[in-house]
């Protein structure tokens, strides 16, 4: 499975950005695809995960009515839309794959992309 995340970029307060993590490869079975990020000098945390097949999501609370997670089927890909950013946003985000359902923590996952850097700043 490969996945190759994009679409980061620099970004004013309050501002909107769109991540895409388009997944190649045997990803049939892998039905959660998840984004996590890491700022400067801090651990990496979750972010948002999605199901393939259900549509279900989930959020860390620090993004919750900010942030929304979809997929496309047809393309293997999936998104986060970012909205209302905040300086505190900025991080590498990571998309993640794993066969179980959704789920947050890191260790979970058996695939990561190479990461995207957000940048919200004025």
């Known amino acids: 499975v490969q996945l190759q995340a994009s679409g980061g970029g620099l970004v004013q307060p309050g501002g909107s950005l769109r991540l895409s993590c388009a997944a190649s490869g045997r990803i049939f079975g892998y039905q959660t695809m998840s984004w996590f990020r890491q700022a400067p000098g801090k651990e990496r945390e979750f972010v948002a995960a999605?199901?393939?097949?259900?549509?279900?999501?989930e959020y860390a609370d620090s993004v919750m009515g900010r942030f929304t997670a979809s997929r496309d089927r047809a393309e293997n890909t999936v998104y986060l839309q970012m909205t209302s950013l905040k300086p505190e946003d900025t991080a590498v985000y990571y998309c993640?794959?794993?066969?179980?359902?959704?789920?947050?923590?890191?260790?979970?996952?058996?695939?990561w992309g190479q990461g995207t850097l957000v940048t919200v700043s004025s």
């Open positions: 999605i199901n393939w097949y259900r549509g279900t999501t």
């Open positions: 993640a794959a794993r066969s179980g359902y959704l789920g947050s923590e890191g260790y979970e996952y058996e695939y």
